[in-house]
């Protein structure tokens, strides 16, 4: 089976390279595409071809995929799939399977990353640092500690549980809803506790959310979560930017209805200059990187390699997500 490599432009060439390694040692006959390249070109590959690996994972629309109804997998490098036509890839009979949480501990270690580092000012004190600016400064008067301190998690899957025993090791409590309801073997492990959503809201110095994004999700923390939040809240999001009112998360922000914010996920990537979010002096932000580092692009790319083998061998593959 030939294989097709989709990949954007600003992939950066070390981490192509990283990718045709695997390609290679796993001996495909493959061919690449960008997303870029023209509708009518991209259907012409897609048909030459009956596996598909996007790195990473883009929307590509119904006229498309209605010619791939001969590919066997398409399989994605990240663990979210809401930026993919999943609707379309059920409708034409299309397999899409995802990493498997190849990155959940990436994303994790990047969520107490950003609860530190919006804790401690950490972007300002660097600027005092670098350039010897040191009069002013609030000699830790605006710093917070997370000893005993609540997180609230929204979401307790793959990364919320890597979270959570993060979390503990400071010495936090730790609370969260989940659609499943209460998880109650990691519960007895590690002393979290289950709460309604509605807690969790009202109950947390830090709340982090780690769910996908979809018509239930959709701004599921708005107006009316922010004027329930404790004011000293620092609201935590490396998942999607579309769970949080970015309106209402304006207000609350300079309105001092909470404290601070981490993020790493945007309603616009690249985010746009002069963002009164991102300029407030209590937002940290990095440019969703939260799941990439070297070490995580091994495990998903083994993973993605593994599925792919699978097929090209005539055996199912795991982690499909269009079932």
């Known amino acids: 089976m030939k294989l097709l490599y989709v990949y954007e432009e600003r992939i950066p060439k070390d981490l192509r390279e990283l990718v045709y390694s695997k390609i ?29 690996l996007f790195a990473p994972g883009r929307h590509l629309n119904d006229e498309i995929l209605s010619h791939c109804s001969h590919i066997k997998l398409m399989q994605l490098w990240s663990s979210g799939y809401d930026k993919f036509n999943i609707i379309g890839s059920k409708k034409y009979n299309i397999p899409v399977a995802n990493n498997g949480g190849s990155n959940a501990i990436s994303v994790a270690e990047h969520t107490m990353l950003l609860i530190m580092s919006v804790s401690k000012i950490l972007p300002s004190s660097h600027v005092r640092t670098v350039t010897g600016n040191w009069a002013g400064n609030s000699h830790g008067m605006d710093m917070r500690l997370l000893y005993k301190k609540t997180l609230g ?16 090791s ?16 990691f519960d007895n492990k590690i002393g979290s506790k289950y709460v309604t959503f509605e807690e969790v809201i009202e109950s947390s110095d830090f709340l982090s959310l780690h769910l996908h994004h979809n ?6 923390i708005g107006k009316s979560e922010f004027k329930r939040a404790k004011n000293n809240l620092i609201l935590i999001n490396v998942s ?49 990187i939260a799941g990439s580092t070297y070490d995580t692009y091994l495990n998903a790319l083994n993973r993605c390699m593994y599925n792919l083998v699978s097929v090209r061998d005539g055996n199912l593959p795991q982690f499909i997500v269009n079932k």
């Open 240 to 288: 999607r930017a579309g769970l949080v009112d970015q309106d209402a998360f304006k207000q609350a922000l300079y309105d001092k209805q909470i404290w601070g914010a981490g993020l790493d996920v945007y309603p616009c990537e690249p985010t746009l200059p002069n963002d009164p979010i991102l300029n407030h002096p209590r937002v940290v932000a990095t440019p969703h």
């Open 215 to 220: 018509s239930s999700t959709d701004k599921i």
């Open 153 to 168: 998690l929204v979401g307790l899957g793959n990364i919320g549980k890597e979270v959570a025993t993060r979390a503990k």
């Open 170 to 185: 400071f010495g936090m409590n730790v609370i969260y809803s989940e659609i499943k309801g209460p998880q109650r073997d």
């Open 24 to 52: 290679n040692e796993n001996k495909f006959d493959y061919m690449e595409m960008t997303y870029s390249e023209p509708e009518d070109i991209k259907i012409e590959k897609l048909k030459e071809c009956e596996l598909v």
